[in-house]
Structures are given as C-alpha cells and as structure tokens.
C-alpha cells in the first residue's frame, strides 16, 4: 500500500477547483446500463471507484471510449450479461447500483453481497425490502444476490431509514417498473437528483427527487443522453476545512454553494470567514478557532463524510466540542489515529468530545476509509513535523489528484509509492 508523507506548518492559499461527485458517478455510470441508445458523461471525477465501475461496465459489454481524464462515451446497446465479476465487484460498495439497473435493462442480476467497509454495518435491507415490493424474487446463496422478475409492478413503498442507496437503488429500478412507485421518506441529497436529472435525460419519468416523496413512472425504454456530473461538495468541504485548520485561505471553484449550506454555516460558527459566490466560495481563517457542536444528520444536515475533517479541525479550536454522529454505527475509526497525533478525543457511543488547543505531532498513522484519510492528512498539515499516512490507497478511491491539489495550495505533501511493499 501507498504511503503519504505530510509536512506540517504550511498555510493553504490560493485557489482549487472541484472534481465531479463521486456519490453521483458511481450511480450514475450503472445508471447507463439502462439504456439501448448511445451516453456521453462529463465532470466525471478521475478516481478509483469510477475506474472500477468502467471496468466492470466493459466487462458486461458496454462499449466505452474516454474522452480525456473527466469524459466518456458508452454504448450499452450490446449487453453480454447481468453477472458483474466478483474481483471487481467487491472493490466498491456502489457497485449495488448494478443491482437496481441490471433489474430495469433485464429483469434480473445476480450481484455479490456488497463488502462492509470501516463505518461499522452496511446493511441492505431497505434496498431489498423496496426490490421485493416491486415484486422481484430475491435468492442470497453463496455470496451472491440473485434477483428476477418476469416484469416489475410499481409499489408504494416507505422506507424505514432515510438512506441514499436505497433511495437511488429503488429510483433505478422503478423507473422501468409498470406503473407508478411512489417512495416515502426518501433521502434527498444533490446526487439523488443528480441521478434523477441523468434517468429523465434517458427517458425516464421522475419527479420529487430532493424531497423525501419521490414519484416514479415506469416506462419501457430508456434511450441516448448527455449528461455533466454535478460538482463533489464533500471534497469541497474537504479543502475549505483543511484551509480553515492551517490558517489559510483559498478559494473552490466549480461548486454549487448551496450544496454546502451546513458546512458553510459550521464554519462561521468556528470564527472562520466564508464568502460565497454563484460557483465558488472563499474561506479564510485569521484568528483563533471557536470549538462548536456537530451533528451528523442527512441532508440538508451537516454531512457524515465530512464528520471526521470536521473533528481534524476542531482539534485546532480553544476549548470543548462534542461531534454526534447519527447516520452511520461505529464512524469513529479515525480518533485512534487523531490521538496518536496528541489529539484529547473521549468517545461514548454516538458521541466524541474534542478538547481542543493542543498542537497535534505527527505520528505514524493509517487510513480506515476514504474520509478517515482525508482528516489524518489535514491533520497531518496542522501538526509539528512529519506525518506519515499508510493504506493511501483509501484516500484514491473518492479525491481525485488529492496531493497534487494541496501542493497547488501550498501544502508539503508527497507519495511514496510500494511495488510488492518495497518504497519506490
Ligand atoms: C452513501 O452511502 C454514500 N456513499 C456515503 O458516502 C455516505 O456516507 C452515505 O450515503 C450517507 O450520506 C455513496 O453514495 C456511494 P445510506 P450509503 O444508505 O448509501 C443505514 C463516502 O465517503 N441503512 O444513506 O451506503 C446505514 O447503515 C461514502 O463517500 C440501513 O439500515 O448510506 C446507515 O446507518 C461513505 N439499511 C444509514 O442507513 C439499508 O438498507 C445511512 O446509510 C441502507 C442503509
């Protein structure tokens, strides 16, 4: 595994811009399977989870063609199977997307369970739950979800937790289910209708995306579409915090700052100053941070994938926060690493308090997901010398040319890549 070397101190300034959003690509790119006509998507981010799906795309016989580093064109008229490779498969949780879009191209798709990852349990039920409704039979034998239905009935269906993967999962494949589904207490995150926009782009007949009733009408074709992935608001709250821990002050291009309310307002709250402007927001941090209380929640709440850079850098505020964490079982791998960087973390159940003031030192520490790794690099640049992050390849999997867009601002951060765990 790779290994990131951090050298702390540096103030980020200066401006970077944002990446297409990871938690609409990867539902969109199993989107186009729906389609018999020809795709063309822009803004996708060039990362490791959307290099997966591409590769998992062709491997079913989707023709593709990329377009630079952010395009590709597919054309999925051609489809070998509904049987996506488990060595592929399992790299990535999204890869359930395939689920709800090889039920609405072919009624059936044998997927394997997805993998948990370090948040603690990732249950599927509610995805089930929805499939069922519509009337898919459901088989888990050997690892593998099997699923078929000659022809999918639309359902009125309530889901119990408000989730993200549920909701596009169902949107996927009720969207060529017969009739009308109606989903209750659906989540409402940008990338929800992000996916949205991109299934009426096809043909679809979505509408309520952003709320928590979504009405779908099933139709029988799904044809060509242009698409442009909308911009990734937890990689831009990733670098507006890491500018508001290093005293800094930059500003995100190509983002849409209401997808950033909660995190802009937080920010505030710490005595950091953000403007905002119609695609780009500036934040500078002068004096001494202000400690503040965060509760996770969907959104529009404050994000839980910003919920471990938010407790990096309030380590860095004089005084006590308390961080909740409401969406996600078990999302505190990080405050291990923080503390081993000198951080004062008390963690019960749900809740971490964060006595902040003290300056971190860097330490030896190791990534447990994406987030998780993001927060011990800005960590890394707040703290006294040298930090090194193992398992780098975590951070890969959502933040595209990470290192390269923190030396654009300033920051002393380097890679130090393993082949066959020899340091080249
Ligand atoms: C999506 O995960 C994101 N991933 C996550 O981002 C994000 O943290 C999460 O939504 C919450 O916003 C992608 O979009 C690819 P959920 P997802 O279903 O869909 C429970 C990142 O770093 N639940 O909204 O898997 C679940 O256990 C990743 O980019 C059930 O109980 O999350 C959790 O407690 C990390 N049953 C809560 O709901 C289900 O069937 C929210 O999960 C599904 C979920």
């Known amino acids: 595994m790779d290994t990131i070397v951090i050298g702390g101190g540096n103030k980020l300034h200066g401006k970077v811009r944002i990446s297409g959003a990871k938690n609409a690509a990867v539902a969109i790119l199993p989107a186009a399977l729906m389609s018999t006509g020809k795709i063309s998507l822009s803004n996708l981010p060039d990362i490791n989870d959307v290099r997966t799906l591409i590769a998992i795309l062709e491997n079913l016989g989707v023709a593709i063609r990329r377009r630079g580093r952010n395009a590709v064109e597919l054309n999925p008229s051609r489809l070998r199977g509904y049987s996506p490779p488990y060595e592929l498969v399992k790299k990535m949780r999204a890869s359930y997307y395939l689920m709800g879009s090889l039920l609405a191209r072919f009624g059936r798709a044998e997927v394997p369970i997805p993998g948990g990852c370090d948040l603690g349990p990732r249950p599927i039920d509610q995805h089930l739950k929805g499939f069922a409704a519509l009337g898919v039979d459901i088989e888990i034998e050997h690892g593998l979800i099997k699923l078929a239905v000659a022809k999918m009935r639309g359902a009125h269906i309530y889901l119990d937790v408000v989730s993200v993967g549920a909701t596009i999962n169902l949107m996927l494949a009720a969207a060529a289910a017969e009739g009308r589904t109606v989903l209750e207490n659906a989540a409402k995150e940008p990338e929800i209708v992000d996916v949205a926009n991109f299934l009426n782009a096809m043909g679809a007949s979505i509408k309520g995306a952003g709320t928590d009733v979504i009405r779908i009408d099933g139709v029988s074709q799904f044809g060509s579409a242009e698409h442009m992935v909308i911009p990734d608001r937890i990689e831009a709250g990733t670098y507006m915090m890491a500018a508001a821990a290093t005293g800094g002050e930059i500003v995100v291009e190509d983002v849409i700052p209401k997808h950033l309310e909660a995190v802009t307002a937080k920010l505030r709250e710490m005595g950091v100053t ?151």
């Open 274 to 424: 953000v403007d905002v402007e119609p695609e780009r927001i500036w934040v500078k941090r002068t004096d001494h941070l202000l400690p503040s209380d965060i509760k996770t929640f969907p959104y529009p709440g404050f994000p839980t994938d910003l919920q471990p850079l938010s407790m990096a850098l309030l380590t860095a505020a004089e005084g006590t926060s308390i961080i909740t964490e409401n969406v996600f079982d078990g999302r505190f791998r990080h405050v291990d690493e923080l503390k081993r960087m000198g951080a004062q973390i008390k963690v019960e159940g749900r809740t971490a308090v964060v006595e902040g003031g003290q300056p971190l030192s860097a330490a030896p520490v190791a990534a447990t997901d994406l987030r998780a790794g993001a927060a011990l690099v800005v960590a890394g640049l707040m703290a006294r010398g040298e930090t090194v992050l193992s398992e780098a390849e975590h951070i890969d999997r959502g933040y595209e040319q990470f290192e390269e867009k923190l030396r654009g601002l300033g920051a002393s951060i380097k890679r130090v890549r393993s082949r066959g765990g020899i340091m080249v």
